[in-house]
């Protein structure tokens, strides 16, 4: 959403991106996400796939966290409590096992199934904060 | 009106190097000239994954805004204003 202009979050997000590169905050982002983003990347050629890799591997403030044991193991918990997705479960286990403060995500469904049942981290839905 | 790729600075942007005993590594004169370098001028080094491959190393300046870098790089990779469905396709690509 930060790159795409026409996305009515963008200007939230790019602040968001601007805030943690110079250390306000601390950002975890789970390893699925990464693949997610590397194969949009990847489908628009090797330099854009490269450029992608090259700047998540050194962006400050960022932690990319891999799908461990611990975050199998929440994953599954969340998936069987709540019904969503297998990925999505996979990334708000990352946050929780990570201890993550706060997750910033897009998805109304979180909001409604994930958020009556956890108590920390915190769920922000960009598109009711970012006015989208 | 169509838009044209700007051409690479350099007319043979792929050089064979030789590794030395002392893990050094040349870097072209053409290169170093495209890429705006000067003797002190700080680099990044990143080790990147190229399937196919193994590792690879980037060498680049320093950007000097991260998040602009970023958004650049990942501009495009989904439709614009689709990136929900880009990604709620990949997710559903799970069940």
Partial sequence: ?132 | MALRKPALAVEEPTREVTFSSNRQVGLPSEFARAMKLSPQTKLLEVLVRLPGVGYGVVLMPKPKSYSAALREALSGIAPAGKADQFIKTLRDEWE
């Fill in chain 1, 1 to 132: 959403m930060a790159a795409d202009e026409s996305d009515p979050r963008h200007d939230c997000a790019s602040w968001l991106l601007e805030q943690i590169a110079n250390g306000r905050f601390e950002c975890i982002v789970s390893t699925v996400t990464v693949s997610e983003l590397l194969t949009g990347a990847v489908a628009r050629g090797a330099s854009k796939a490269i450029a992608t890799q090259t700047l998540l591997r050194q962006y400050p403030h960022v932690e990319i966290a891999p799908v461990t044991m611990d975050v199998a193991a929440d994953a599954a918990d969340l998936r069987v409590a709540t019904r969503i997705g297998l990925p999505d479960a996979l990334i708000l286990a990352t946050a929780l096992v990570s201890g993550a403060e706060v997750v910033l995500h897009g998805d109304a469904e979180w909001t409604t199934r994930v958020s009556p049942l956890l108590t920390r981290p915190r769920l922000v839905d960009l598109n009711a904060v970012c006015g989208a």
